[in-house]
């Protein structure tokens, strides 16, 4: 006995001696790929074939396609999810971001279905997030070390356009970007809870960086690719181009309402106090007064200092709004934590109970 003892101990012994603390499993980060898609049966197949090399899930979000985009999507090992109905970039986005929330993902990368981002370039957007600690990387080409690849040339109007975005998404994320636009991008796990989406159509990125300065999340930029096909894009520029700007005013209107109606009534005023003074001035030179520009620019001033006025009361009422949610917050927190301590005591008092019933019953 005593011997098997021994044995025993010797054996506990080297257990200790060879234990290893790198053996013990650590969470792998896991990688989700989301793919909104809309008619784009030609590349949905290659793209996820393409993409699957680098994450350990897929997710197509197929947003109305008329075309076969959902049934050769679900012949891979994609997730597949359909709209009936085209409901926009944002609502699809919306959708992506909620099932890889489901799969508990890491990194959710978001690519176009058509090829104009190269998934190769899937590392490059998912490393600061995982070894810097970064909540929101965007690829950029427009950085120095951004290359350009495809025959596809670049539309006269589309340097315009994405000048206009970049004011837009700088007047919302108070920071600048290179390429705000751009919807090849990789979020953390922190990120996709924080995205709320509130409008449609494709303002998505530019309210994704709204959200990240609101909530406080890390944001940095990676070159990638350009890349322009010879189709080029199907969408209508014009609409497309207008339809984003319409809904960038209105957002930027909501949310900072002091900027824009201010920089407005400001606009406005200083024209009505020009036009005055150019009146003025013909007055008193004697060639009479000008009643019609006298009344254009009272009119200009009187409007320029309500909208004024107007993004002030605006800013109050959004600030009020802005405190008493957060107060409500805290009052939840605050009952949060009254009925854990609460529940804490109980559980206390029931122990020391049962520990006296027990020192009776002995």
């Known amino acids: 006995m005593v011997r098997v003892r021994e044995k025993m101990g010797e054996q506990e012994q080297k257990r200790k001696t060879n234990f290893n603390p790198s ?47 959902s049934k050769i999507a679900r012949r891979t090992d994609a997730t597949v999810i359909r709209n009936e109905t085209n409901m926009g970039k944002a609502a699809a986005v919306q959708m992506i971001v909620k099932e890889a929330i489901k799969m508990d993902a890491d990194v959710l990368v978001l690519l176009d279905a058509d090829f104009q981002h190269d998934p190769d ?28 690849r495809g025959k596809g040339k670049i539309p006269f109007y589309r340097p315009w356009g994405q000048f206009v975005l970049r004011i837009c998404s700088y007047t919302l994320s108070k920071r600048k970007y290179s390429d705000p636009e751009c919807g090849f991008r990789a979020l953390s796990r922190r990120a996709m809870e924080a995205m709320k989406f509130e409008k449609a159509g494709f303002f998505v990125e530019s309210e994704m960086l709204y959200l990240a300065e609101k909530k406080g999340l890390e944001t940095t930029e990676v070159p990638i690719t350009e890349i322009y096909t010879e189709n080029g894009s199907t969408l209508n520029p014009l609409k497309h181009g207008f339809g984003n700007l319409g809904i960038a005013i209105t957002y930027i209107s909501e949310k900072r309402p002091l900027l824009f109606f201010g920089i407005s009534g400001v606009v406005l005023t200083i024209i009505g106090l020009t036009a005055g003074a150019w009146v003025l001035y013909i007055a008193l030179a004697g060639k009479g007064v000008a009643v019609g520009s006298a009344l254009v620019a009272v009119l200009f001033i009187v409007i320029g200092v309500f909208i004024v006025l107007t993004g002030l009361i605006l800013n109050a009422i959004t600030r009020l709004i802005v405190n008493v949610i957060a107060e409500e917050k805290e009052k939840e927190a605050m009952m949060d934590e009254r009925v854990v301590s609460n529940g804490s005591d109980r559980a206390l008092i029931r122990a020391i109970e049962k520990i006296r019933k027990r020192k009776k019953k002995g």
């Open 23 to 69: 053996q013990l499993t650590t969470k792998v980060k896991k990688t989700v790929a989301g793919i909104p898609a809309y008619n784009k049966e030609d590349s949905i197949g290659s793209i996820i074939h393409a993409a699957e090399e680098y994450v350990d899930a897929i997710i197509v979000m197929d947003d109305g396609s008329v075309d076969r985009t």
């Open 121 to 148: 370039e899937i590392p490059l957007l998912r490393k600061p997030i995982l070894e810097d600690g970064y909540d929101l990387v965007l690829g950029s080409r427009k950085l120095k070390e951004s290359k350009r």
